[in-house]
């Protein structure tokens, strides 16, 4: 095998990726894939992280440097979206935009020419890049339509016009950052073809979320307890949040009627105070924040994804199959998963018919088990974090060999690396 020499890799966050919550472990494990083949210097920005997996980054990549977001300061993401009202960007991009990443990129454009910058998703699109560099925009979901479908579900009327309004604003912001781009990357083939749609749009390809099978990997359940009810998200994040809220108050009690003894526990952090306040239902129990949560998913004796928001595919289903627990999701929840309903999962879109599932898998441990074995095996075969990391740095050569056509020295970038590495 001929060497080719490594990627120069420019890779901005929004926050430190670390695999405690959805987006931050797919970023992880694509930067653990690529890092043998690859010099990465990973700019992020993030308000709190647990230093261990800092040191992991610094090991993985050449250089990391993390900067606080406006979003960090206290009320932060309040005052973004006050100033969002009374101009003419989204929220989120007041949210995003941190004046000291923006420098540090200016102040270090000259030390390094990179082949490559890698966006973790378009809130990043706002900072000034090194130019003669491929732009690939890693997109998580589509997220003006999570905004749009927030505005669907919410039942407060300001809420509701306030998500219309972020929606728009974001999606002007959101399809002009792809639109720059040399390659954008989805997570399932639905906002592929979403996005495809854009015009101007560059090329999309899919690499969807994935799992770490070695670590997510079938656990004895310990001592047997009331039966659980599991649902995992982070709480800060408003889909994860309503789903919980949905679940507690309709689903729920349909359950509990049923199984008078189980219990249902939210795992996530940060929880606002209207799902805090779901403990005050029969058998809800708020977990919060917790460092692992593979020994929840091990006592669980049904997993479940009841979202009505969101986009992307959903990282904790990936998870949940791994270990061999039985799943039971919305449509929205299974989205973009190559999963076939009554084999690897169950999915239900109305409350009494989820809340039956449910039931009917609290009661049948043999039906559990049939599901965690398909369920694991789909996901080990398809969704390994090592493939996929393959799959994304393979679409990133071939966006450089295409762009070889375009100016010699994207041609004399191409040709150094050896398709080998990838």
């Not at 090991?59 to 009374?86: D, E, K, N, T, W």
């Not at 058998?283 to 460092?291: D, K």
Request: with cysteine; charged share 20%; net charge neutral.
């Amino acid at each position: 095998m001929t060497p080719g020499r490594p990627l120069e890799i420019l890779w901005l966050a929004p926050y430190l990726p670390t695999p405690t919550f959805g987006g931050g472990t797919r970023v992880y494990h694509l930067i653990k894939a690529m890092a043998a083949t690859c010099r990465i210097d990973l700019v992020a920005g993030e308000e709190n992280w647990e230093e261990r997996y800092l040191d992991e980054l610094r090991a993985l990549c050449r250089s990391v440097h993390v900067f606080p977001r406006p979003i960090a300061a206290r009320h932060g993401r309040r005052r973004c979206q006050l100033r969002s009202l009374a101009s003419r960007h989204s929220a989120q991009h007041w949210m995003t935009r941190a004046a000291a990443i923006q420098d540090h990129l200016h102040a270090t454009r000259g030390d390094r020419a990179y082949d490559v910058a890698i966006l973790e998703h378009s809130f990043v699109g706002c900072y000034s890049l090194p130019p003669h560099t491929l732009t690939v925009v890693d997109q998580h979901n589509v997220e003006s339509e999570i905004l749009v479908r927030a505005a669907k579900h919410d039942r407060s009327r300001v809420r509701r016009l306030y998500n219309r309004l972020e929606g728009w604003k974001y999606g002007r912001e959101e399809r002009h950052v792809c639109a720059q781009a040399d390659l954008i990357v989805a997570t399932s083939e639905r906002d592929r073809d979403t996005m495809a749609s854009w015009q101007p749009a560059p090329p999309v390809t899919v690499v969807p979320n994935g799992v770490d099978g070695a670590r997510f990997h079938p656990m004895a359940p310990g001592p047997e307890g009331p039966p659980n009810v599991l649902f995992v998200g982070a709480m800060h994040y408003a889909p994860n949040a309503q789903a919980a809220q949905y679940f507690a108050r309709s689903i729920w009690p349909h359950v509990r009627s049923q199984v008078p003894d189980a219990t249902f526990s939210i795992v996530g952090g940060s929880p606002p105070p209207d799902v805090r306040q779901l403990a005050d239902l029969p058998g809800v129990v708020i977990e919060g924040y917790v460092p692992d949560v593979r020994p929840h998913l091990s006592r669980a004796g049904v997993v479940v994804a009841p979202l009505a928001i969101g986009g992307g595919t959903r990282l904790k289903i990936l998870e949940a199959l791994a270990m061999e627990r039985a799943v039971v999701s919305t449509s929205v929840g299974a989205e973009g998963l190559d999963v076939e309903p009554g084999r690897h999962l169950l999915i239900a879109d109305e409350p009494s018919a989820f809340a039956g599932h449910v039931v009917r898998l609290l009661h049948d441990p043999a039906e559990r088990a049939r599901l965690g074995r398909e369920g694991r095996q789909l996901v080990t075969g398809q969704y390994d974090w090592a493939t996929l990391g393959t799959v994304f740095k393979s679409a990133i050569v071939g966006a450089l060999q295409c762009c070889a056509d375009a100016t010699p020295e994207a041609h004399e970038v191409a040709a150094s690396v050896h398709p080998s590495t990838t």
